[in-house]
């Protein structure tokens, strides 16, 4: 029902460019993320799409209809803030039911009633008579996620929802999310700073990169086939070494270790090699064609240990299960599925 | 925290604030002491106590009438002038250039009030005749105006911008908007910017001098002719009894809306 | 609506008012200040400049409305500050104390302060009595008195402007402030203080031009040979009939005090 | 039907009324409205209300009806509607001829001292000058009606004249040195002697009265060089209608029953020649046709002319 | 040189007490992670150490010397908020100079110079002259943080520092914060819900429970030693299943499959069973001894797929690597090291 489609967006503050033409469609019902680095311009993309920011060039419409000047309390929208933006005035319950108010959706009772199930949606049922002044910093944050998903809007805009809970509590925001999205088929926007959650939650994601989209795809395309540099660096966690692409074909690394690449590639000379840690394994370092590397750091991660690794001169990391566990210092043997290897220009 | 204040500094304060209790109230002192004196003239320390003055203000039908009517007034032109200002303070604080409209509103405070009364007496008189209390409210208005606006814009300038895109993207039309949200925000600076209104209308003698007619009279123009010709203690009793008042009724509010946990927020 | 009809619907009735109720009748004040039997004149103006009568007049409105504007502000500060920080019941009672002097007649109010500071007044006879002064001794008709006096009016002003700033100041920015090697004192002043530069600017905007426009006070408690320009006006207009010169002296008065303001203003916008 | 008019306030308003007021309303059955007004407020009043006055008649104590009928503000009376008009002394309608009103009341300006505290009474305004009295002293700014009359009888007991005031202005320099003090309205004199030890002050009978009925212990002696006088005129206003009505109210201000009132209540001089009044009353204010005529009146005509100027003067030689 | 002891620590707002005694002693130099749910009291407790709070009980004493009652600008500590705090009348730069002109550290240029730093540090010098309001959240974070680290505070209170950044920014962060740890030896109390980043760069790792110590110790011993149900709960993505433990030592589930329990479980009847995600291994279902369950979900992860089961009508959830595939609906074995299994109360 409600496509929403961005076509060239630019937006400037004074003379500096922040968003340097966005084209982005997104299908009604759809739930997308947006990942990108710290500035890149997400905030202002999401406050492009709820009407807040005046657009330095570019459209936007929904359902087929060019809004790009509709005010945003006429955009059938709800967005949650990165500072949250709750009334200080008001109470947990007040600031949930606010949105409801606002839009005149049912009864005092139903918006009582739908109230209550949204605080208990976020675990915040006992703070209902709360000021917000009262609230962690956490509270504060699910009493906006709260104050977001209560009335059912079309497009549903969420900056950074879940930054402030702990990995227990947010786990079981993103199933609430995942389930309010099911249930209603809202257009949900997500922008996260934490790629698991990008990849897990979202039926598409949208890397952007200083103002740009730099690749969008669904979770699995987008993770297993980056198509630059930038978009493999920021979202496997992946490691880039220079090599020179000899025929066999095999990469060359500086120390002169080889290693095969799939057949398929074809280009020669310099270029990188993508390795991600997932698919690194560390076997012992006498193992055959395995590549030699020496253990540098060790950290302790709980259910896995982080390794930095030296190869070829360079610092490479994985993460290994703690069922691996090797010593700083030991030279270990790193192997690798030749089909996984991905091989990017300098 | 704030509350960790070094102790002589806590002194301080407390001695600040005794000071300036004594330079606020030490005028006032005087009056309430006048106002019970038995003595015709306005003499401090007072002689002898009597409560004549009061039955003197209080039956004097001039008083009364001039008390209702300042009373009246002063409510309307508080409500006009927060109405109004508290509009002109809320559409300038979102202006980005805004200092050329600024000045302007606060224009009233820089050119002494005879010289209003007196044009405003003068276009009165030769556009709709002789003065009314529509004169009057207008005039009055005006000159409370720029106390609303600078009270609300100094609150305004405080305030988190995203709390109202926040409602926007909450549905909530311009109206509401107000209501709920700009509104609860500037509520001490309408509020500070309301109380001013009222007393500058109340206590507005020279606006009020020129533009009255015999059925204009204000409390301050009453007290003002009082004083020029006869100045008893009776200006004193009726200036001690808007004290009372006051206080009854700041000690009320507070009593029945809990002022203090309202302004709070 | 849009904004920018929101904006103006919020804006017109101010203007509209201001214009009509405000700018017309003065107008046709104001013009007469150029008004001669004979046509446009400037001479109203000369009249004001030919010695240094006037001028010395101006000078003073002006220099005592900038040390009663200091002198409340340097008063009203920490005392706004000490109410809006003091427990709820605390604070009732300051808001009292401070709107209490607004409540009686700014006459009544100023000859409170004649009986207490004139010659029999309890401070002169204290100050007599410790031998400190002689018989005639008296605060009256001084320009301390016209401070004094417009103090204490004009206190209130400063302190409820400032009030409604300092309470919504987020007090995490003070203690961020704190912990960062602020002692109190430096926190008022390098946190506290430039943030409530908005109600500051408000506040000694209404107290400054307040007080260069009021007569009442001035006049009684300064006396007859201290005369400010606003007193000069009211007498302009009514013992001497002069009004060209009345309105001439209004424009004096109004340009004085926009010289004043108009760079005031701008550090208020800077940091609004 | 119904009139209005402006009245002084306070204890002189009790007497207009009861004088004058009441029993207009009552011989007329016409409503009289009061605005209490002083002379120069009203006057600015009804000039800028030029165009739709709302006063019928008009009361000056400051000489502002000079002025006021030069502009065209006021209405000549008609001598035929006002027939006590005939009775009053004749110095006190000389303006008739140019649309001013007549006085109805004479205030006399001489010095008011402190019975009880003055080592020895006043008898004339050189008395002002002595050195022991200068910080006891208090002088009115001439921004008052009375103080300009006090100013030019200082003026003229110095050797001035109304083309030179220069002597006069010299003298109050003087006297300030000395610990005099000026101050600007009314009541401050009251004030002065209610509670800060005044002496001695120029200043009118009317007022004098006053502190005494309010319980001060003040005297009212006329100096040996004269004594100036302050006429409190009733005008009739132009451009109102019912003219009749106001000039039949100007009538019964100028009757010997409301004069002899009025110098009863406030020891005002009557001007209508016919008033009788109570031997009391008598002593203590100046009446009769040959003390009256020991009046002195400065010139009103020299003194408009010169307003603006010499209280330019004035403030630059009072200013601090 | 400045140890950091907390004695019975009790704060109330109001009549809800939120910290009900708290005991800690903080080595000086010692890096400390707070872990604990949202609104257990972790921003209390650090505003309680950093002078900022009124104690209702207890006791704080730094290096020996009881300082409850010290002001915080004579407590030689920096602290960064969780809600930044940044004062919006300065720039970014004199933000991040502010704590050392108001210590008096060092000559103007000197404060320029680490103000440099600081901002390098965290990315930021190319905005050093923004106002704090034209910057994004991760930037405001940043700059918050730089402000922390600028003036070498004895003790140094991270209130979340790190949790609006992206991944990649967030690592890069973490090896500052340890880098200047370590080089400086500045006590660190670090606030975090995000476990892998508490347990990777601290110490010790104190764990919170609405306003108690639940348990405290290093990394690994808490990790894998967790006391309480809570704790295996919060710290590992742990699952807890009800089982009756029947000699053998053997564990039996609801459906009567069994599974074996090390030699040193002595006691019997109703317990609750601890199955750390990681130890769990997927396999085919009918390998020997393995446990059946079934899949129930599958969510990608990226480097990783998470798993849900179904095992003996429980739910349980587990990371598994993309090397294991699985489809939802399969049948599956699950396997685990009986020296890994750990037996709680219920
Ligand atoms: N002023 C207050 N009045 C009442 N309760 C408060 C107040 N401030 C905090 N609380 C409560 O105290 C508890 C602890 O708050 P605190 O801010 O320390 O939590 P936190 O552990 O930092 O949580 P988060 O991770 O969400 O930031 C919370 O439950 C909160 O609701
Ligand atoms: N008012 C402003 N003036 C100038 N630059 C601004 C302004 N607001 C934002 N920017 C800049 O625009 C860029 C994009 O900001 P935005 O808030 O969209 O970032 P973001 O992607 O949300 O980042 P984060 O993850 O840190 O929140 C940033 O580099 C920021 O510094
Ligand atoms: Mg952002
Ligand atoms: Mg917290």
């Not at chain 2, 911008?161 to 609860?184: D, I, K, N, Y």
């Not at chain 3, 001669?36 to 001479?43: K, Q």
């Not at chain 4, 009203?42 to 165009?51: L, N, S």
């Not at chain 4, 502190?211 to 100096?223: E, I, R, S, T, Y």
Request: include cysteine; glycine fraction near 8%.
């Amino acid at each position: 029902m409600s496509d929403l489609t961005l076509r060239q967006i630019k937006k400037s503050f004074g003379r500096t460019e922040v968003l340097h033409g966005i084209d982005l469609d997104i299908q009604s019902g759809e739930f997308v993320s947006l990942l990108g680095a710290s500035g890149c311009g997400k905030t202002t993309l999401l406050r492009i799409i709820a009407g807040l920011e005046r657009v330095s060039g570019g459209t936007v419409s929904i359902a087929g209809k060019d809004v790009t000047s509709l005010p945003p309390e006429k955009r059938d929208i709800a967005m949650m803030f990165q500072s949250y933006a709750l009334l200080p005035h008001l109470t947990v319950a007040e600031n949930v039911r606010f949105p409801l108010r606002m839009r005149g959706q049912g009864s005092r009772e139903e918006q009582a009633e739908r109230v209550v199930k949204a605080l208990d949606t976020v675990q915040l049922a006992h703070l209902a008579d709360r000021r917000i002044r009262q609230l962690s910093g956490g509270q504060q944050q699910r009493v906006a996620l709260a104050r977001a998903i209560v009335s059912s809007p079309q497009v549903l805009l969420l900056d950074e929802p879940l930054s402030n809970l702990d990995a227990r509590l947010r786990e079981e925001m993103q199933v609430e999310l995942m389930e309010i999205h099911n249930k209603l088929g809202l257009t949900t926007i997500f922008v996260t700073h934490d790629q698991e959650e990008a990849l897990s939650l979202s039926d598409r994601v949208v890397l952007l990169n200083d103002g740009q989209i730099e690749q969008q795809g669904s979770p699995r395309a987008i993770y297993s086939a980056p198509e630059t540099g930038f978009a493999s660096f920021f979202l496997g966690a992946a490691n880039l070494l220079p090599v020179t692409v000899e025929d066999g074909p095999v990469a060359r690394f500086a120390d002169d270790q080889v290693l095969a690449l799939p057949e398929t590639q074809t280009e020669r000379g310099e270029r990188m090699l993508l390795l991600r840690q997932e698919d690194l394994k560390i076997v012992p370092a006498d193992t055959d064609g395995a590549l030699k590397a020496r253990v540098a750091i060790r950290v302790f991660l709980g259910a896995r240990h982080r390794y930095m690794l030296d190869l070829a001169g360079q610092r490479i990391s994985l993460n290994a299960p703690n069922s691996v566990l090797v010593e700083p210092g030991d030279e270990v043997g790193l192997t690798i599925d030749p089909e996984q290897l991905r091989v990017l220009a300098r | 925290m704030v509350k960790a204040i070094p102790t002589w500094l806590r002194w301080l304060a407390w001695g600040f604030v005794i000071l300036s209790a004594l330079l606020l109230l030490a005028p006032l002192v005087v009056v309430i002491g006048v106002s019970v004196s038995e003595s015709q003239f306005i003499v401090f320390p007072p002689q002898g106590f009597s409560l004549d003055w009061y039955r003197k203000a209080l039956g004097s039908r001039e008083y009364v009438e001039a008390f209702w009517l300042s009373l009246r007034l002063a409510g309307l032109v508080t409500v006009s002038a927060t109405v109004i200002g508290g509009a002109a303070a809320i559409a300038l604080s979102r202006r980005k250039n805004r200092q050329s409209l600024e000045s302007f509103f606060l224009s009233p405070l820089v050119i002494p009030s005879i010289i209003f009364a007196i044009g405003m007496l003068m276009l009165w008189s030769s556009m709709f005749g002789t003065t009314s209390f529509v004169a009057l409210w207008i005039a009055h208005t005006v000159v409370a105006l720029p106390y609303v606006i600078r009270t609300t814009l100094a609150v305004l300038a405080e305030s988190d911008p995203f709390l109202e895109e926040a409602a926007r993207t909450m549905g909530a039309s311009w109206l509401r908007r107000l209501w709920h949200v700009v509104l609860p925000q500037c509520r001490p600076g309408l509020a500070a910017g309301a109380f001013f209104a009222f007393n500058i209308s109340f206590d507005e003698a020279v606006l009020s001098l020129f533009l009255r007619n015999p059925g204009l009279n204000t409390l301050p123009v009453q007290i003002y002719g009082q004083l020029e010709f006869s100045p008893d203690p009776t200006v004193a009793a009726v200036s001690t009894m808007m004290i009372v008042l006051t206080v009854a009724l700041i000690v009320l509010l507070d009593r029945l809306l809990g002022l203090n946990r309202v302004a709070n927020t | 609506m849009t904004n920018r009809r929101e904006a103006w619907l919020f804006l017109f009735p101010g203007l509209a008012l201001l214009v009509l109720g405000f700018i017309l009748p003065i107008m046709r004040m104001l013009v007469l200040s150029v008004m001669g039997p004979d046509g446009v004149t400037f001479e109203h103006f000369a009249r004001f400049f030919q010695d240094g009568y006037y001028p010395s007049i101006l000078w003073r409105t002006v220099r005592l409305s900038l040390v009663i504007t200091a002198l409340t502000a340097a008063i009203g500060f920490p005392l706004a500050y000490i109410t809006s920080r003091v427990g709820p019941q605390a604070r009732l009672w300051l808001i009292v104390m401070v709107i209490l002097p607004l409540m009686t007649s700014v006459v009544v109010r100023t000859f409170g302060w004649m009986v207490l500071l004139g010659r029999s007044g309890p401070l002169a006879t204290m100050l007599r009595e410790m031998g400190l002064v002689g018989r005639s001794f008296s605060l009256m008709h001084t320009e301390s008195a016209i401070i004094l006096g417009m103090v204490q009016v004009l206190l209130p002003f400063m302190v409820l402007s400032l009030l409604g700033v300092l309470t919504r100041l987020d007090p995490r920015l003070e203690e961020a402030a704190r912990t960062m090697g602020c002692s109190f004192l430096q926190t008022i002043r390098r946190v506290v203080l430039p943030l409530s530069m908005p109600g500051v600017v408000a506040g000694s905007l209404l107290v400054f031009t307040l007080s260069a426009s009021s007569f009442i006070t001035p006049s009684l408690l300064g006396g007859a040979r201290i005369e400010v320009l606003a007193g000069s006006i009211y007498k302009s207009v009514t013992q001497t009939l002069d009004w060209n010169f009345a309105a001439a002296q209004s424009v004096i008065l109004f340009f004085g005090l926009a010289l004043v303001l108009i760079p005031y203003l701008r550090l208020g916008a800077r940091h609004g | 039907q119904e009139i209005t008019i402006n009245s002084f306030g306070g204890a002189y308003e009790e007497a207009h009324r009861a004088c004058v007021i009441d029993p207009f309303e009552a011989a007329t059955g016409a409503k009289v409205n009061i605005v209490t007004a002083y002379s120069a407020d009203a006057f600015a009043q009804i000039r800028a209300q030029k165009d739709a006055p709302q006063f019928d008649v008009i009361h000056f104590s400051g000489g502002q009806e000079i002025v006021g009928a030069s502009e065209g503000l006021l209405q000549p009376i008609d001598p035929e509607l006002v027939p006590n008009l005939a009775d009053v002394y004749d110095f006190a309608k000389t303006g008739i001829a140019n649309g001013e009103g007549p006085a109805y009341q004479i205030a006399a300006v001489g010095l008011v001292y402190a019975a009880d505290k003055m080592p020895e009474a006043p008898t004339k305004w050189a008395d002002l000058l002595n050195p022991e009295y200068s910080d006891r002293l208090v002088l009115t700014d001439i921004s008052n009606g009375y103080g300009m009359i006090g100013m030019l009888m200082l003026n003229q007991i110095s050797g001035g004249t109304l083309e030179n005031i220069q002597p006069g202005l010299d003298a109050v320099a003087k006297l300030l040195e000395q610990g005099a003090i000026v101050v600007s309205k009314s009541p401050e004199i009251q004030q002065e002697f209610a509670q800060n030890d005044a002496w001695i002050a120029p200043y009118a009978s009317d007022y004098a009265y006053t502190l005494q009925a309010a319980g001060l212990d003040v005297k009212f002696v006329q100096g040996e060089e004269g004594t100036p006088a302050s006429f409190i005129t009733a005008n009739l206003v132009a451009g109102r209608d019912n003219v009749e009505l106001a000039s039949k109210f100007i009538d019964m201000e100028l009757s010997p029953e409301a004069q002899a009132c009025f110098s009863e209540a406030l020891r005002y001089t009557p001007t209508n020649a016919k008033t009788v009044l109570a031997d009391d009353v008598a002593a203590s204010v100046v009446y009769g046709p040959d003390a009256t005529a020991g009046l002195m009146r400065f010139d009103p005509v020299a003194i408009e002319a010169n307003r603006s100027a010499w209280v330019e003067a004035w403030g630059k030689t009072i200013a601090r």
